[in-house]
């Protein structure tokens, strides 16, 4: 099983991403599963946050995940100090391993996993590593940008920014540590011009990285 490990920011794109790239796979007789590393910790949360808010993080939209965002990172957050960043990775282990067997026992052939959460290189080693050495998969990051004029009429991309410390301190690490960067351009939430121009990258991605 390949693993594919996809980073960004919030809403950078990570899960239309791997929507487009099991479109793909599914026209070439591949499958792909999905695990996110903020399943458990929403699942650990989760009567904590339907007292305090009124919100069930298994099953929310993405105004009232902001909401309760800044508890889920703080509860996320105090998992991994306590482990080394090993408390969230261990348990997606688990999950890979059930899906690997689960292919076997099925004859599902050509099977790629993407882990679509990959935030943190805090630690040694940290989840980029952990994709990259761990399963010997690729870490792909993704980026929104925006085309603005300045007053002198020049051009400049703008990026999309960090919503809390923990992504502006990790995010330029993924970066670095990215075996695929993917920029697309902020289409203001219209699906169809952001498909429009992810699947010919979606096509070439695949293509490279993982039926090649």
Sequence with gaps: MKVIGL???AGSGKDLFYELCSEELKKKNHTACQIALATDLKIECRDALITMFGIDPTACTREEKNKIRDFLVFFGHFRRKGSLG???MLKANNKIKSLKRNCTINNIKNPT???TDIRYDEYEPDEADWVKTKHKGTLVHLRKRQIVLSETGKR????????????KENDPK????ADVCIEWPN??????????????????????????
């Design 86 to 88: 090993q408390y969230w």
């Design 7 to 9: 980073s960004g920011l």
């Design 156 to 167: 400049k991309d703008v990026y999309e920014e960090a919503i809390n410390k923990h992504e």
């Design 113 to 115: 996993c993407f882990v």
């Design 187 to 212: 289409c203001n939430g219209q699906e169809n011009l952001i498909k429009k121009h992810l699947k010919p990258v979606i096509k070439q991605f695949v293509k490279k990285y993982i039926t090649s």
């Design 174 to 177: 993924l970066i670095e540590k």
